[in-house]
């Protein structure tokens, strides 16, 4: 991504190397037995690629490629760990950055990667049966750990894939903009593109102008419309804080280091700027232009160090078609009919919500999906609701949310009536009188009733404080 490249990576490579020499061994499994964790390790090892082995960009999805420089940069993980008096390693994270381009010809090459991992190096215990609870990463590189995964559903289609692992796995393009392009992708290029580049999004919104949202990490947004790309934005969420905290962070697309036109980067002041480039100013915001396409670029003002001097600083750009620059804000949500929430409010006994083929069918039309983590994917159903959707094929949703909300700065009054829509209790004193078997743990209270859980979350533990969370697990 970026001036780097980041992919969370599965590397394949001969477990025979791994415990050569009596180098500290690579766990597949946890150990059974309390073992010792001598120290945890986050370093950085970078790699040049050998001339005669150069891999062109546009294939970066080459495994096997990086794999046999991993077998180098094992070998100095397994070296530091016996330089601690650890025979065992667990690693819980490999990070792969492609650091240097070298143009041959018109075409970019690959000559130099960056390896990032965290390893836990620890002393086991003798005769120890290993578990069946996988480690993050076994002995051949590979993310196994199964219970770490999420199983998502593609709408489209009614089978299960582990988006997640998937998109962590992906090797994303250079993060460098131009006035022809942005991380490789350009203004006209099929929509296709995107996810074939990209890899799989974070969140896909549809627009009310008839454009879909390609959200990857929090922070990086593709639109397209008519089947191609019409812009990329860099740090200019629609989403509001709360509505982007849902997102899983991106090791791929949320780190700043994107460059522009090879000398340009995040937090670079305004005059600085203007020195390097020729920058257009209309109003209050500052351009370049090209023969098709132009570069928005966004500041902020900043403090200095000390504090009484402050500065306009670069923190994210948009990349549109000369013609049409107008930013897309709106989200178009579905419409589906949710008397049956009201129900399942009302009468704690309903503890099924199965989706009409009409609303199935809405919801693959308009996804509006939300990959928010590990363990939830989330179908934004309007800005203060959400529907937790495990098994499409049976139209079964298994958790509802009511949230503040996810788009724009709502005013208290506003999310009191959607609460009062659907007869919840605004505060945490009617919250409790109305479900009396709660549990009060401060901020949050919790009920159960047969199948069906709440957890409501107030403003403070005070009696007084007002809702602004409710989950509902069916």
């Known amino acids: 991504m970026f001036k780097y490249l980041a992919i969370s990576c599965s590397l394949l490579y001969s477990s025979s190397t791994l415990a050569s020499n009596n180098l500290p061994q690579v766990l597949d499994y946890y150990p059974t037995c309390e073992y010792k964790n001598i120290s945890t390790k986050n370093n950085h090892y970078t790699v040049e690629i050998d001339k005669n082995e150069l891999l062109e960009i546009k294939y970066t999805d080459s495994t096997p490629f990086y794999s046999r420089y991993f077998e180098k940069v094992l070998k100095s993980i397994q070296q530091d760990a016996l330089s601690e008096g650890a025979d065992a390693i667990i690693i819980e994270r490999i990070t792969l950055r492609i650091i240097g381009v070298k143009k041959i010809k018109n075409n970019e090459y690959i000559d130099k990667i960056k390896f990032i991992t965290t390893t836990t190096n620890i002393i086991s215990c003798q005769n120890d049966i290993p578990s069946t609870t996988p480690t993050p990463y076994n002995s051949k590189g590979e993310n196994i750990a199964k219970d770490r995964e999420i199983h998502l559903t593609t709408l489209a289609k009614n089978d299960y894939i582990n988006i997640y692992k998937q998109a962590k796995n992906h090797l994303a393009p250079a993060a460098n903009v131009t006035l022809n392009s942005a991380y490789s992708l350009s203004n006209g290029k099929p929509e ?80 600085q700027i203007l020195s390097l480039e020729k920058i257009e100013q209309k109003g209050n915001e500052y351009h370049l232009d090209g023969k098709n396409n132009k570069l928005i670029l966004h500041f902020e003002t900043f403090s200095l160090n000390n504090r009484h001097e402050t500065a306009e600083m670069l923190t994210g750009f948009s990349f549109v078609p000369r013609k049409n620059s107008a930013k897309h804000t709106s989200i178009q949500f579905n419409e589906f009919d949710d008397n049956k929430i009201k129900q399942i409010i009302s009468n704690k006994n309903e503890d099924e919500f199965i989706l009409s083929h009409t609303q199935l069918a809405n919801i693959i039309k308009i996804p509006n999906q939300v990959d928010s983590s590990r363990n939830e994917q989330w179908v934004i159903a309007n800005e203060n609701i959400l529907l937790g959707i495990n098994d499409i094929e049976a139209r079964k949703v298994s958790k509802i949310r009511f949230t503040e909300s996810l788009t724009r700065n709502q005013n208290k009054d506003e999310f009191i009536k959607t609460l009062k829509n659907y007869n919840i209790p605004i505060t945490k004193s009617d919250f409790l009188s109305k479900n009396q078997e709660s549990e009060d743990n401060f901020e949050q209270v919790f009920y159960r009733k047969d199948n069906v859980s709440l957890t409501a979350t107030f403003e403070s533990e005070d009696m007084n404080a007002q809702l602004i969370d409710l989950l509902i697990e069916l």
């Open 192 to 271: 296709s593109s995107i996810n074939q580049l990209m890899g799989p999004e974070s969140v896909k919104l549809s627009m009310r102008d008839g454009s879909t949202a390609y959200v990857y990490g929090r922070t990086l947004w593709i639109y397209a419309k008519n089947s191609q790309i019409i812009r990329i934005d860099k740090n200019q969420s629609i989403l509001n804080k709360h509505g982007s905290n849902m997102i899983e962070p991106s090791d791929n697309y949320d780190q700043d280091n994107w460059i522009i036109d090879g000398k340009i980067q995040f937090k670079d002041k305004l005059a």
